[in-house]
């Protein structure tokens, strides 16, 4: 068993990395999402828009909206939102395999560093973009898609080289942990300074973030390095607890073929696929959509629905960093194995959210409660960090980049398909909310029909839960090619 060496070193290098790693995610997924949030100010509301649905419940603040809420600068229909939000994910998809075949055969610094950089002078180019047309927004949507769509296979080819295997699970969340700040960075403060006149409005979020996004890559490639046997002032020792006393595997993925065969007929794989992608469905349908059924179902305001958005995703990230340390110390200490802690972590992220977010339709009229069944589900999120999250490693390290490419590029394909669900069902039931209840008992129908049509799609709004892709993934963890074994 590997043991942790006493490191000299004020901070040790693979720690900078992932602490760089943890802020580049953060900006990736603010620059993602803080849209999600502003696009409630954005869009002007008219008419009967100008008003929550009715849902036969007696919220004492509803339609208490601001000026600023209400004054949009934009005049666009549930579709047009939908469109928007959806456009940065037809680029996500496009460079996911190829840039993890690149970080895995010539490193990950520059693919990261640079889809982040372009990403957030896109960001600043936004309200500009949104002024000039929707669908120049959706360009620039579709462009920032790109940018990014390389950098999430770039860090999971750099954590295979920097990760000592005693510690994988810890630093992977560590820098994944990134993703779900970013989430909270961008639901609480992108509301908060969309309803202020002071800072200007929406537009501030994007100039913000832009600007320190900019600031983060100038900072990733003065201090990163590919690789540690590439940076200058490791320590020896820490180089040897990194490599396993040996740094031949260090930058050898290029050199070995990949097994084609052994990855595209591999049961292992095409489960870890579909529990990747029934996971992010949920996932992206809560992060793109909640913001709008907390606005237009649950009556909240703009500072009130950024602080309610970005609430869980905090608990979230303090959840991912404890259970990544648990799933360690459990590891080190052989108490379970690897599959049984990858088993367990998925297992929960996946009932968890289910069960609590059907729990959200047995209470229409209960606000908080409401409210708190959602913070439950998604901080039950944060235990596929240790799940699934981490077996691209735990299969392949020579080739993680690229199988979190072929799985990240179908998984992210629901990015796609759930606001464009979401703003078809809402569109065409728009009909029904001069009825008392009507939209409420359309949304708890769709609900039900989720349950009977699809067996895995538990959870109200359009939301799904990787039930079977869980149980599936579970059968096969232990069946990993030979081939996939050659290149630990």
Same mark, same amino acid.
């Given at each position: 068993?590997?043991?942790i060496?006493?490191v000299t070193?004020i901070?040790?290098?693979?720690y900078?990395?992932?602490?760089a790693? =943890? ?13 999600s949030?502003a696009?409630v100010?954005m869009?002007?509301?008219t008419g ?8 036969g419940?007696?919220f004492?603040?509803?339609g ?11 005049d *666009?229909d549930?579709?047009?939102?939908s469109?928007?939000l959806?456009? =940065? ?11 993890g ?5 010539y490193g990950?610094k520059h ?6 950089l372009v ?9 500009a973009a949104a ?7 959706m360009l +620039?949507r579709?462009?920032?898609g790109?940018a990014?769509?390389?950098?999430f296979?770039?860090m999971?080819?750099m954590?295979?080289q *920097?990760?000592p295997k005693?510690e994988?699970?810890i630093?992977?969340?560590? +820098?994944f942990?990134?993703?779900?700040t970013g989430?909270?960075v961008?639901m609480t403060s992108t509301?908060?300074m ?6 200007g ?5 994007f100039?913000?973030?832009g ?6 890559c ?7 390095h590919n690789r540690p ?13 990194i490599?396993?006393?040996? #740094?031949?595997m260090?930058g050898?993925a ?5 097994p084609?065969k ?12 579909a529990t990747q *992608?029934a996971h992010t469905?949920?996932?992206?349908t809560?992060m793109?959509e ?5 606005k237009?179902?649950?009556g909240?305001g ?9 609430a869980?995703y905090l608990?979230?990230?303090v959840l ?5 340390w648990t799933?360690?110390l ?7 194995? +690897? ?11 996946a009932f968890g959210?289910?069960?609590c977010?059907i729990a ?10 409401a #409210?708190?069944? =959602?913070w439950m ?7 596929a960090?240790s ?6 490693v735990d299969?392949?390290?020579a080739f993680a980049?690229t199988?979190f490419?072929?799985?990240?590029c179908i ?6 398909i759930?606001?464009?669900v979401v703003?078809y069902?809402?569109e065409?039931h728009?009909?029904?909310?001069? #009825?008392p209840?009507a ?8 609900q039900s029909r989720s ?6 799609s ?5 939301h799904s ?15 990993v090619s030979?081939a ?5």
């Amino acid at each position: 068993m590997q043991t942790i060496p006493n490191v000299t070193d004020i901070v040790a290098a693979r720690y900078v990395f992932a602490v760089a790693g =943890f802020f580049g995610l953060m900006h990736l997924y603010v620059q993602r999402l803080n849209l999600s949030v502003a696009i409630v100010a954005m869009v002007r509301l008219t008419g009967d828009k100008n008003r929550t649905a009715d849902t036969g419940c007696n919220f004492d603040d509803v339609g208490n909206a601001s000026t600023r809420e209400l004054m949009g600068d934009f005049d *666009w229909d549930e579709q047009t939102k939908s469109a928007v939000l959806s456009s =940065f994910f037809y680029g996500y998809i496009l460079l996911q395999f190829p840039g993890g075949r690149l970080a895995d055969r010539y490193g990950g610094k520059h693919l990261m560093g640079s889809g982040i950089l372009v990403s957030s002078v896109l960001t600043m180019l936004t309200p500009a973009a949104a002024r000039l047309h929707y669908t120049a927004l959706m360009l +620039v949507r579709f462009l920032m898609g790109v940018a990014g769509s390389c950098c999430f296979p770039a860090m999971q080819a750099m954590l295979a080289q *920097w990760v000592p295997k005693a510690e994988r699970t810890i630093i992977s969340n560590i +820098v994944f942990t990134g993703s779900f700040t970013g989430t909270v960075v961008a639901m609480t403060s992108t509301g908060v300074m969309s309803d202020s006149e002071l800072l200007g409005g929406w537009p501030s979020a994007f100039y913000l973030f832009g600007f320190t996004g900019c600031a983060w890559c100038i900072l990733w490639f003065m201090m990163i390095h590919n690789r540690p046997v590439e940076h200058p002032k490791i320590s020896h020792g820490e180089l040897m607890f990194i490599t396993g006393g040996s #740094v031949i595997m260090q930058g050898s993925a290029g050199l070995i073929p990949i097994p084609w065969k052994a990855i595209l007929t591999s049961p292992a794989v095409w489960s870890l696929a579909a529990t990747q *992608w029934a996971h992010t469905y949920g996932a992206y349908t809560l992060m793109t959509e909640l913001p709008n059924y907390l606005k237009n179902i649950l009556g909240f305001g703009l500072t009130q629905n950024g602080i309610l958005n970005g609430a869980p995703y905090l608990a979230l990230s303090v959840l991912s960093l404890i259970i990544g340390w648990t799933s360690d110390l459990v590891r080190q200490r052989n108490i379970v194995t +690897v599959t049984t802690v990858r088993k367990i972590c998925d297992s929960v992220s996946a009932f968890g959210p289910a069960l609590c977010l059907i729990a959200v339709t047995m209470a229409p009229c209960e606000r908080m409660l409401a #409210v708190l069944w =959602f913070w439950m589900a998604i901080s039950l999120i944060s235990f596929a960090n240790s799940g699934f999250n981490c077996t691209h490693v735990d299969m392949a390290p020579a080739f993680a980049g690229t199988l979190f490419g072929i799985t990240n590029c179908i998984g992210n394909t629901t990015g796609i398909i759930a606001p464009q669900v979401v703003g078809y069902l809402t569109e065409t039931h728009e009909w029904a909310m001069d #009825v008392p209840t009507a939209s409420l008992e359309t949304y708890r129908e769709q609900q039900s029909r989720s349950l009977r049509c699809c067996n895995w799609s538990t959870v109200s709004y359009a939301h799904s839960s990787p039930l079977p892709a869980t149980v599936a993934y579970n059968a096969y963890t232990n069946q990993v090619s030979a081939a996939f074994r050659h290149s630990r």
